[in-house]
């Protein structure tokens, strides 16, 4: 193989409070020569999650941090270059947790965050990373087998113009809920919410007063909320929840970047006096169901009846910038990087 210059974005120093560009270095150094069952990937698109801010931590949690000087974890999609490996031809489009960088080695393997996946004929490939990939599949798993989704269902979805919580919501139309309703921030992405994925509401955090649109959204109640927030938001859902309602908690990114974290949700009795079930859950635990969640995704994606938005940023030099839109509220839908062209 002609001798490649790889370029990575490391990680210089854990972050305090809010994630800077300056906790990450750029470097450049020539790419080695697949080994034996190795073969080499050109990345086309980097994807960014709020999750990969927890990643940064010093603390035990459910995958290792990435360690100060190595290239940030995030999940890829690209071309196989140059291969070793007779499951992954040169040419072949794939999609895995191959990092922030242009090229990556790799033997394919299952890892904490799963094996390399090959891009099915006549998918777009950056739908890997969006819709079907980790965001999609945790939007479906959080709904259909965490939430338990049921017709008739009253759902609100904070977070509902992300990456997750827009598929989250629609997953919930698509099952026979009978009202979904988002919580987003700002005007276009409450508007998007309803005119393009097809909410029955949406409201805007920003500008609206969240408790009063709750109770006029749901006068007899939420009994399902899905939440990516945390926070504030929390707190207020747990006080418009039917007697028996179920809470998924998804995320918090409301405190992902505090140096302190915030006291628990004051409202947290209404667990008890509504007899709630509040359930938190991890992708990687629903993996071996992923052919399943693909599935309908993609069938409700090619009929149609299941939207998704991508926001495409462009150039490697941007990705510590792109990763911080995440936290700055300008993403609209799955926050992707194009670094090269397919």
């Known amino acids: 193989m002609t001798k490649i210059m790889n370029a990575q974005w490391r990680l210089r120093s854990r972050p305090v409070g809010m994630v800077k560009e300056s906790d990450f270095e750029l470097v450049e150094e020539a790419l080695a020569e697949p080994g034996e069952g190795e073969l080499v990937v050109r990345n086309h698109f980097i994807a960014f999650e709020p999750a990969m801010r927890g990643w940064l931590n010093d603390v035990r949690s459910y995958v290792p941090p990435v360690g100060i000087g190595e290239t940030m974890r995030a999940s890829t999609v690209g071309?196989?270059?140059a291969s070793n490996n007779p499951d992954y031809a040169v040419g072949a489009m794939v999609s895995g947790m191959l990092g922030w960088q242009k090229y990556a080695i790799t033997s394919g393997q299952a890892g904490p965050m799963g094996r390399l996946t090959k891009v099915p004929d006549g998918v777009a490939p950056q739908l890997m990373l969006s819709a079907l990939g980790a965001t999609g599949l945790t939007a479906y798993f959080g709904m259909v087998q965490v939430g338990e989704i049921r017709e008739g269902d009253t759902v609100l979805v904070s977070g509902?113009?992300?990456a997750t919580g827009s598929v989250a919501a629609q997953v919930a139309r698509l099952k026979g809920a009978a009202k979904v309703v988002g919580i987003a921030g700002g005007p276009e992405k409450c508007k998007w919410l309803v005119e393009k994925a097809g909410l029955d509401a949406a409201i805007d955090y920003k500008?609206?007063?969240?408790?009063?649109?709750?109770?006029?959204?749901?006068?007899?109640?939420?009994?399902?909320?899905?939440?990516?927030?945390?926070?504030?938001?929390l707190d207020k859902a747990l006080l418009a929840m039917t007697d028996f309602g179920r809470v998924v908690l998804c995320g918090g990114i409301s405190a992902y970047n505090e140096e302190e974290l915030p006291p628990g949700p004051s409202n947290y009795m209404q667990i008890v006096i509504r007899r709630l079930t509040v359930k938190g859950f991890i992708l990687i635990d629903h993996l071996?169901?992923?052919?399943?969640?693909?599935g309908s995704l993609l069938?409700?994606?090619?009929?149609?009846?299941?939207?998704?938005?991508?926001?495409?940023?462009?150039?490697?030099?941007?990705?510590?910038?792109?990763?911080?839109?995440l936290f700055e509220g300008q993403n609209l839908g799955k926050q992707l990087l194009k670094i090269s062209d397919p």
Not at 305 to 324: M, S, V
Request: glycine share 12%; proline share 3%; charged share 25%.
């Open 288 to 294: 071996a169901q992923a052919g399943e969640a693909i």
């Open 299 to 325: 069938g409700w994606i090619n009929s149609g009846e299941l939207i998704h938005a991508e926001d495409i940023q462009e150039g490697f030099e941007n990705t510590p910038k792109t990763f911080l839109r």
């Open 79 to 81: 071309e196989v270059i």
């Open 160 to 162: 509902a113009a992300g």
């Open 207 to 233: 500008s609206e007063d969240i408790s009063k649109r709750i109770r006029q959204e749901f006068p007899d109640g939420v009994s399902l909320f899905y939440d990516n927030v945390g926070g504030e938001i």
